[in-house]
């Protein structure tokens, strides 16, 4: 009996820590994955140019945006501001930020505070390079291709293609949830059976 209540127990630890994991910043991408990012188009941004980029949102709620940056010059003196406006065109989220932590090429990270009710609706999102130095450039990058469903403006002009962007949402993520208990199992599994082998 103590042994098959020490198995439960251990068992309920083990769902917990599994769901504690898979509480994760789940990333939603508003571009096409499939295209090789050697096709992806820079777009080099000079202090106080902007770039906008509409999409529908695919979750209910919204924490932050990760955009594919990179810069030309001294990271640590840029600065970016960002804005995020709803269909009705009402600014909900927004905020200021330096790029010395950036890296080049990689996924730069906006958060704002936690916005819900957002499936199925359509946001702005802009971005403005406030600080840059002569001569340097802030870049993102777009996937090429005309996309009515999510329009791209760059330096007040229509562009064609969709900017390399993804909607944050930070919740339970059932496909982790099912992955890390996949290999919880399959370790413990090995386990007895490497122990019944050399018992």
Known sequence: MKK???????????????CVYA?????NAIYD???D???????GLEQGETVSQSFTSKEDKLDGINIKMSVSGQANEKKISYLLKDEDDKKVASGSVSLEKIKAGKFFTL???ELTGCKGKTYTFELTAEQCEKDAQIIVYAVPGADKEVPLEVKGEKAEGVMVLRTITHRFDIETFVVTAIFILYVILFI?????VFK
């Open 4 to 18: 098959k209540l020490g198995w439960i127990i251990f068992a309920v630890v083990l769902i917990a820590f599994t």
């Open 23 to 27: 509480i994760v910043d789940k990333n």
């Open 33 to 35: 994955r499939t295209v």
């Open 37 to 43: 990012t050697s096709k992806y188009v820079a777009l």
């Open 111 to 113: 958060k704002f505070d």
């Open 192 to 196: 007895r059976w490497l122990s019944k």
